[in-house]
């Protein structure tokens, strides 16, 4: 997907904000599109209904982008702070 940070990893692992680590489980991932709704600046499907990271991902809050993993009904959003530490889900 040409919209994604990472095209050879669309789903991420990707830095966002230069600080945080964001991706989406490929196999968790059901394509409900919440995370769209929510986050549409960092989010998007793919053509597999696979959720992928956005290069327009640093344009919105990190509490935008927790709220959109958050909304994930199968929890497939992962974000980590800059140590490593796990910040969703916990």
Known sequence: MDDAIDSQKPSGPV???KVYT?????NLCIGAATCVAVSPKV???????????LKTADEDTIENIIEAARACPVAAIF??????????PK
Not at 79 to 88: L, P, S, T, V
């Open 15 to 17: 830095k966002v904000k």
């Open 22 to 26: 964001v991706w989406v489980d490929r």
């Open 43 to 53: 989010f998007a499907m793919d053509n597999e209904a696979k959720a992928v990271v």
């Open 79 to 88: 974000i980590e702070d800059e140590k490593g530490n796990r910040i969703f």
